[in-house]
């Protein structure tokens, strides 16, 4: 199991630092991208629901949000009923870069994954699922606790 776990390990660091890379050509920090990812279909949410769809705390995600406002990606606003909640709108600019991060994650999946057949795909899929599933159901475990 242990070698399992760090073949894991070892596959997402060069998932990240690989995707990390990708997205700096494009101005963007870590953890920046699945934030305008989320705002590209979910604009005008909450700062905390962003923090808490992408499992990370309040602080973290101000911080992140003021570089990604500073750099004009998105715009931090006071919700009109209730001026405690701050809403986040992502811009026209980073629509843009957005749309440029898809393409580019395409491309680089299709790299990937050129050598897969379907049915590895397939195979893959489940049980990365089925780890997902397990992962979830324990910290869901630890939450009612």
């Known amino acids: 199991m242990r070698e399992v776990e760090k073949l894991v390990r070892e596959v997402n660091r060069l998932h990240f630092t690989t995707f990390h890379q990708l997205f700096s050509q494009f101005g963007l920090g870590k953890g920046q991208s699945p934030i305008l990812k989320h705002l590209s279909h979910n604009d005008g949410c909450k700062q905390s629901e962003i923090a808490r769809f ?41 629509r843009e870069v957005q749309k440029k991060c898809d393409e580019a994650v395409e491309k680089m999946e299709k790299k990937i994954y050129e050598d897969f057949t379907n049915e590895e795909l397939e195979c893959f899929k489940q049980l990365l699922t089925k780890k997902r599933d397990s992962l979830k159901h324990i910290l869901e475990m630890e939450e009612k606790a």
């Open 54 to 94: 992408e499992h990370l705390t309040a602080a973290t995600v101000t911080v992140m949000l003021q570089t990604m406002d500073k750099n004009g990606l998105i715009e931090r606003r006071s919700d009109e009923n209730d001026l405690r909640i701050m809403r986040v709108y992502i811009t026209d600019k980073g």
